[in-house]
């Protein structure tokens, strides 16, 4: 499999099975995973991830997942060891719920709002930064506290990860990318604070036929394509009572 610098630009990224795209994920691999609930939920590549058999995974993400689909799934089947989340708990959510009750998972929350912001950070290339949110709550505990103009601040470290899964609208062959509506989410700051972001696509175009003015992710932080024209909806798995794998 031709595996291209994750974030090299100018060039066209390859365009792979999910299978393939997913092949070097090792055990022990920190993924970031696009979606708010269901919406930009990259289901495919989830499951492609779930039948690739990586384990000890730490996964950041906004929740837990639903049901028997997707990310719920992927620690249903014990695959997670670690998830960094902002809504772990849902009245669906009983793969996580059973998996941290037993011990076998840690769970980190993070304020939504402050979970972007460490994401966007390690994009950036900033460490950590501080911010109002959590002081004073069980969330703060064992930060570092710091008073600018007699107010405390906590002191949130950025994150980043191995590897990136997103759900796009629109990519082109080099990678430049473009989200429909409230898909968008928190794809664009993962795949920059991702070493290798693998996004799906519902559609595939040619360089040039996307308007630069509407690129929400330049193809340099971009890392494979997957093209998934027939892309699944979670909400549409879950209320049929779909179960993976």
Known sequence: MTTPSAKATGVLKPVLSAQDALADIPDGATVLIGGFGGAGNPVELIHALIDQGARDLTIVNNNAGNGDVGLAALIRERRVAKIIC???RAASAHAFTEEYQAGRIELETVPQGTLAERIRAGGAGVPAFY???SVGTPLAEGKEIRAFDGRDYVMEHAITGDYALV???RADRMGNLTYSKSARNFAPIMCMAAKCAVVQTVE???PGAIDPETVVTPGIFTGRIVHTPDAVQEQVLFEQ???YP
Do not use: D, I, N, Y
Request: aromatic fraction near 6%.
């Open 86 to 88: 902002s809504f772990p």
């Open 131 to 133: 911010t109002r949110t």
């Open 167 to 169: 759900k796009c609208l």
């Open 204 to 206: 595939l175009v040619e």
């Open 241 to 243: 009572g779909a179960r």
